[in-house]
């Protein structure tokens, strides 16, 4: 069954520093979502992609948060630099269309601890 | 703008016992409903949705939740617990003008005693 893939699974990164996460969604996916989870909350979109294009960057902290999805296919999350409060787990979902007909399928995170 | 609430951050029950986990959404258009189940240190996992076909809606492992529009809730129940029902659950809501973008509840953690 293919699946949504995530890597690294684990982060820690000391506060100031870089840090990228990545995502491989399921093959014919257009649309793909990353969602942050701080502990003890549910996940709130960070930003949207349909192909290549962001359709829905209205929560990223753009001032240390970049994502770029070149190809369409996988796609990058950046910070710059590093917050103790950017401590969570970061989720990337994709889905075949846009709209919640469409299934999202869940990869299985990454989990950044910033110290 | 909508939203979703999850009564009870902590909810236990006895293997075998009824399971009960409420969820109401705020929304001024028909919403799109979901539960998701989160085993610890992995990803979402889809139980069930509603999309406007029948209330009551019948998921994976045993699941099911029920629609009620006039209480604005989508409460999630299982007849029997067991022991691998243990995992955090979290109610979303979507609207189709938004993309798809899912708007979840805190969570609840399902505990299963034996």
């Known amino acids: 069954e293919a699946e949504v893939a995530q890597s690294p699974r684990y982060k820690i990164t000391e506060k100031s520093q870089a840090v990228a996460f990545w995502c491989d969604p399921i093959s014919g996916h257009a649309t793909l979502y990353w969602y942050r989870q701080i502990l003890g909350q549910g996940p709130e979109l960070l930003v949207q992609f349909q192909d290549e294009s962001v359709v829905d960057d209205s929560q990223l902290p753009k001032d240390r948060f970049s994502a770029e999805r070149l190809k369409g296919v996988d796609s990058t999350l950046k910070i710059q630099p590093a917050e103790l409060g950017d401590s969570a787990m970061y989720l990337c979902a994709s889905s075949t269309g846009q709209g919640p007909s469409y299934e999202q399928y869940f990869g299985p995170g990454t989990r950044l601890t910033v110290t | ?114």
């Not at chain 2, 703008?1 to 236990?12: F, I, R, Y």
């Not at chain 2, 409903?33 to 209330?55: C, D, I, R």
């Not at chain 2, 009620?68 to 007849?79: Q, Y």
């Open chain 2, 1 to 114: 703008a909508q939203s979703v609430t999850q009564l009870g951050s902590h909810v236990s029950v006895s293997e075998g016992a009824l399971v009960l986990l409420r969820c109401n959404y705020s929304s001024s258009v028909p919403p799109y409903l979901f539960w998701y189940v989160q085993y610890p240190n992995q990803g979402l996992q889809l139980l069930l949705k509603y999309t406007s076909a029948a209330t009551l809606v019948k998921g994976i492992n045993g699941f099911e939740a029920e629609f009620k529009k006039s209480e604005t809730s989508f409460h999630l129940t299982k007849p029997s617990a067991h022991m691998s029902d243990a995992a955090e659950y979290f109610c979303a809501v979507s609207l189709y003008n938004q993309g798809g973008k899912l708007i979840f509840g805190q969570g609840t953690e399902l505990s299963v005693k034996p």
